[in-house]
């Protein structure tokens, strides 16, 4: 099964850009999506396709993916940003849904 | 707008059974795949199973093959997850989700499903 790697926290200053990984296995060649989820709440698809960001997702936050990391950015970060990132991809033509184990981003 | 309202968790031993349901409303349920995605207390996510729109093609995690059964009824915009000889491994949130593409577009706030003694 496809294993994908990401960090478990990532701490940035209000104002900073915050970079979250994915490791995978060429996973540059795959599509990547990220999900946003706060405490008690259910996630939230921030990016999908790598960089594509559904309506109501701000420009501040980006993604792109090459090699063998896809990776998140959230520019000028606010506090409301704190959150458990998530990326995934599908593997098999949907036999298989693979997750990250996820990345806390603390805002100091 | 897009809403999925997942029920039928609770507490079930273990070896028992339990059904979720997850209705849909806010666009055309028929039209898109579905699929559920647990989330264990403290843990991270686990993809459970997909649906594609008829219901004609199924698939499932290793965890959960053999034991957890998805439908759907496209007259009633809703989607199920039947889920047999349950064990502590299977406590979780429960969500439902409308697939876009490779990924899932819109989550529910999910269901609470314990194992337990």
């Known amino acids: 099964s496809y294993v994908l790697t990401q960090p478990p926290s990532v701490s940035v200053a209000p104002g900073q850009t915050a970079r979250i990984t994915c490791g995978g296995n060429?996973?540059?060649?795959?599509?990547v999506n990220w999900y946003q989820q706060k405490p008690g709440q259910a996630p939230v698809l921030v990016v999908y396709h790598d960089s594509d960001r559904p309506s109501g997702i701000p420009e501040r936050i980006s993604g792109s993916n090459s090699g063998n990391t896809a990776t998140l950015t959230i520019s000028r970060v606010e506090a409301g940003d704190e959150a458990d990132y998530y990326c995934?991809?599908?593997?098999?033509?949907?036999?298989?849904?693979?997750f990250g184990g996820g990345t806390k981003l603390t805002v100091l | 707008q897009v809403q999925l309202v997942e029920s039928g968790g609770g507490l079930v031993k273990p070896g028992g059974s339990l059904r979720l349901s997850c209705s849909a409303s806010?666009?055309?349920?028929?039209?898109?795949?579905m699929s559920w995605i647990r989330q264990a207390p403290g843990k991270g996510l686990e993809w459970v199973s997909y649906?594609?729109?008829?219901?004609?093609?199924?698939y499932y995690a290793d965890s959960v093959k053999g034991r957890f059964t998805i439908s759907r009824d496209n007259a009633q915009n809703s989607l199920f997850l039947q889920m047999n000889s349950l064990t502590a491994d299977d406590t979780a949130v429960y969500y439902c989700a409308k697939v876009k593409g490779y990924g899932f577009e819109y989550w529910g706030q999910g269901t609470l499903v314990t194992v337990s003694s």
């Open positions: 806010g666009f055309i349920f028929g039209d898109y795949h």
């Open positions: 995934q991809v599908c593997e098999n033509i949907g036999d298989d849904w693979v």
């Open positions: 649906i594609n729109t008829r219901g004609s093609i199924t």
């Open positions: 060429n996973i540059g060649i795959k599509s």
